[in-house]
């Protein structure tokens, strides 16, 4: 079972805009809205930042915000800080082989 | 507030098995609510999931371990528990307990287990 494909990086500068793209089949990403997004610093846990898609978690920041487009989901995240440079990770139910896949992750550095 | 704190050896000898518990607290194991997960990031890696069991007892694994990997719940302690049988050093992995619902959230801290002789 293929993971789902994140790009390795993405940077971006304090107060710009970035958004990760996480692309799977119609068997995972575009055929369930479960689609979740984490975020994790180093050494730590990862933590939810994005659930069914577009829902934001109480005590996540209204910066983060989720989509999806077919088989594509996405992780913008509007007005960067230094605080957000992180890993982050998307999933999805899949109803192919396995039942949960997780992207391999994505390094958001802040310039 | 949910928690989930995980234990275990974080030592084990290759060809032997892993055994890690993850205690629930602020809730309980039997709400239905959730389902109960273990999920592993070997180190400098990304995320893999290993499985989960749902509150009844009923289990789904990854294909990539399910021959070799137990789950079960232990309702009296509030607790649910992984066995990884035949290990060797590509289980070597920070693994982590995480509530299920479509999401994980929320996760334990996580528990370094090396497999090594």
């Known amino acids: 079972q293929s993971a789902l494909t994140q790009p390795a990086s993405v940077s971006g500068s304090p107060g710009q805009s970035i958004t990760i793209s996480c692309t799977g089949t119609s068997s995972d990403v575009g055929g369930y809205n479960y689609v979740s997004w984490y975020q994790q610093h180093p050494g730590k846990a990862p933590r939810l930042m994005i659930s069914?898609?577009?829902r934001r978690p109480s005590g996540v920041s209204n910066r983060f915000s989720g989509s999806k487009s077919g088989n594509t989901a996405s992780l913008t995240i509007s007005g960067l800080q230094a605080e957000d440079e992180a890993d982050y990770y998307c999933?999805?139910?899949?109803?192919?082989?396995?039942?949960?896949?997780f992207g391999g992750g994505t390094k958001v550095t802040v310039l | 507030q949910l928690q989930l704190q995980e234990s275990g050896s974080g030592l084990v000898k290759p060809s032997q098995t892993l055994s890690l518990t993850c205690v629930v607290s602020?809730?309980?194991?039997?709400?239905?609510?959730?389902?109960w997960s273990w999920i592993r990031q070997p180190p400098g890696k990304g995320l893999e999931w290993i499985g989960y069991i749902l509150h009844g007892g009923s289990t789904y694994y990854n294909p990539s371990l399910q021959s070799r990997v137990t789950m079960s719940v232990d309702r009296s302690k509030n607790q649910f528990s992984l066995n990884l049988n035949s290990v060797t050093a590509a289980d070597t992995a920070v693994y982590y307990c995480?509530?299920?619902?479509?999401?994980?959230?929320?996760w334990g801290q996580g528990i370094l287990v090396t497999v090594s002789s």
């Open positions: 602020g809730g309980s194991i039997s709400s239905g609510v959730y389902s």
């Open positions: 069914d898609v577009t």
């Open positions: 995480a509530a299920w619902g479509n999401w994980f959230d929320p």
């Open positions: 999933s999805s139910y899949t109803n192919s082989g396995a039942f949960v896949l």
